[in-house]
């Protein structure tokens, strides 16, 4: 069991810094290294996503797919999943990595009965179960996979046949038992078919309702059965429906306030799903920071000339660092981690590349991390924002925010004010040059 290597002559991909010439080591992402009190490896709890790494083989729309996986060959459904966990637990390994994340259907092909299914997923969780525990590698999050079998066309929970909605809770049910049996730290819901293809047909309202009914079971069944990790929506305007419920994180927030889930759910914000809803991923990650809902992030990048998921592997340091300086403001993520929610292109086909793209993930993270530390800590940066707001801090600009001004007041502040309103300068190029600077 579990001693076939898979990426032969790679071994443990290693911090060696910045002026490494290793194609195959960390150049800024140093596990042990302090930024803003912790270590990198707790800041970040990088996680591997199953899917894209030793499922996806690349097909799309015009072709099928270009992998072809060594632990993808044997017919006999429990082997081929067992193969592929003994791949990803020594992917994981070699990355330095201590967390992965999954789809039910991920771990192992989906049977032709829910019973069948149920087996399956209790025989590989019984395997991977012991892969946990011979190695430190832990389980960020588990999902149920209700969007890709034809079933679930109309949606899943939102399905306006009852006889759907209830095999989807089916479905769920045992997801949760699997992440539960592995101690996933969090559950998430992604839901790609629950929103609409067209309004004609559909009754929107009746259908959220179904939605907040399904998820307030599957919270209740979860927490009956002792878990105390966090539940996650993952917001996603549309693809492959034409109108995703979750459409963004405001969204989902005022959802999930509407249906009194707020306690137990928060967001999972992946970069190329804020940039799909028109919003940059600060913005996604400030809306969920600011109402204490920022739970944990899927990391890739769009692309600027294309307008779908391309689920890159990150690269492009303005956009993460900016991004780390809320996730710093913030305190960091509630429960979740940096998923690596990406996959590598249809025609990188080398083993290798799987390494190359996540290292040079982690290195884009670790990068941000420290230029936001940098700014973040930057008096010419902090006394510029500070001061902006001062009008606040004292006299009737503290009165208004607490409360005690009525409109007339501001009617009285006003007129009796005999100075000219002053021009302010928002300062942006300054602040973006300060920004540039760290880099
Ligand atoms: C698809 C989503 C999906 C979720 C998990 O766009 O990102 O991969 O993360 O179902
Ligand atoms: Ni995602
Ligand atoms: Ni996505």
């Known amino acids: 069991m579990g001693d076939k290597e898979y990426f032969k002559g790679i071994l443990k991909i290693a911090f060696e810094g910045k002026a490494s010439d290793n194609p195959l080591a960390f150049k800024y992402y140093n596990p042990d290294q302090v930024v803003a009190g912790k270590t990198m490896r707790e800041h970040f709890k990088f996680a591997i996503a199953y899917w894209h790494s030793f499922c996806g083989q690349g097909s799309d729309p015009f072709g099928a797919g270009t992998q072809n996986f060594p632990w993808d060959q044997s017919n006999d459904p429990v082997q081929a999943a067992k193969d592929k966990a003994d791949a990803a637990f020594e992917f994981i ?145 549309m693809e492959p429906s034409k109108h995703q419920y979750d459409f963004d994180a405001a969204t989902s927030i005022g959802f999930l306030q509407k249906y009194g889930l707020q306690d137990d759910f928060k967001l999972n914000i992946e970069v190329n799903h804020a940039t799909l809803a028109q919003h940059t991923f600060e913005h996604e990650l400030t809306v969920a920071a600011n109402d204490n809902m ?46 690596f929610d990406a996959k590598i292109r249809r025609n990188s086909t080398d083993l290798e590349d799987l390494f190359h793209a996540h290292i040079g993930g982690a290195d884009t993270f670790a990068r941000g991390l420290l230029v936001a530390d940098k700014v973040l800590n930057d008096p010419a940066f902090s006394s510029i924002v500070n001061g902006r707001y001062a009008s606040f801090d004292s006299g009737n600009g503290s009165a208004f925010e607490q409360g005690k001004l009525s409109l007339s007041d501001l009617f009285d502040v006003a007129t009796s004010n005999t100075d000219a309103i002053k021009a302010r300068s928002g300062k942006q190029e300054y602040l973006e040059n300060i920004l540039n600077n760290h880099i």
Request: glycine share 10%; proline share 3%; aromatic share 12%.
């Open 93 to 237: 390994s070699k990355m330095g990595f201590d967390y992965f994340c999954f789809h039910d259907y991920d771990l192992i092909q989906e049977g032709s009965s829910l019973v069948e299914s149920e087996k399956r997923l209790a025989a590989i969780t019984d395997y991977i179960k012991t892969k946990q525990d011979a190695s430190s590698i832990k389980l960020l999050w588990g999902t149920a996979n209700c969007f890709s079998n034809p079933r679930y066309m109309n949606g899943a929970a939102t399905n306006p046949d009852f006889d759907v909605v209830a095999y989807a809770g089916a479905q769920v049910k045992m997801a949760l038992d699997a992440t539960m049996k592995l101690n996933g730290e969090n559950y998430v819901f992604w839901g790609g078919r629950e929103g609409y293809i067209s309004l004609l047909n559909t009754d929107m309202g009746r259908e959220q309702d179904h939605m907040a009914r399904f998820l307030t079971m599957a919270k209740d069944y979860a927490r009956s059965q002792g878990f105390t990790g966090t539940f996650f929506i993952e917001p996603k305007p």
């Open 294 to 339: 920022l739970g944990s992030i899927d990391a890739n990048r769009g692309d600027y000339q294309n307008g779908w998921d391309t689920d890159q592997f990150p690269n492009n340091i303005e956009e993460t660092a900016r991004a780390m300086m809320v996730f710093l403001k913030a305190g960091g993520l509630q429960g979740g981690g940096v998923n």
